[in-house]
């Protein structure tokens, strides 16, 4: 069954995608041609950091690139993250930056 699940850019952008069953939230982003960051796609590198805002998803595979604090403020890894729900996801590479800010700032 596949869930709906909403993408939402800090800067206003929104877009809501259908999340196939056994697929992850990047696979789905780029089925549907839409610009979300991403790298590695096996969950080390945090490039795919979400926020998620509402709904439920799982980690499929360990999310190496989070840490254990990260995901109870509920960051997600959206390569290796399975929408078990509808969902709203806070995407973007503002995301990620909360997590690893700039020392140079």
């Known amino acids: 069954m596949p869930h709906a699940v909403t993408l939402e850019w800090r800067d206003g952008r929104e877009a809501t995608i259908e ?8 696979d789905a982003t780029e089925r549907a041609g839409l610009g979300v960051p991403y790298g590695c ?18 980690h499929v595979e360990r999310p190496r690139g989070l840490k254990p604090r990260h995901r109870q403020a509920g960051y997600v890894l959206l390569c290796v993250a399975e929408p078990r729900s509808d969902c709203r996801i806070e995407v973007g590479a503002e995301v990620q930056a909360d997590l ?4 140079w700032k």
């Open 100 to 103: 690893v800010p700039n020392p």
């Open 19 to 26: 999340v196939r069953e056994a697929e992850v939230v990047t």
């Open 41 to 58: 796609l096996y969950g080390a590198c945090a490039t795919c950091t979400g926020r998620l805002l509402e709904g439920d998803l799982v």
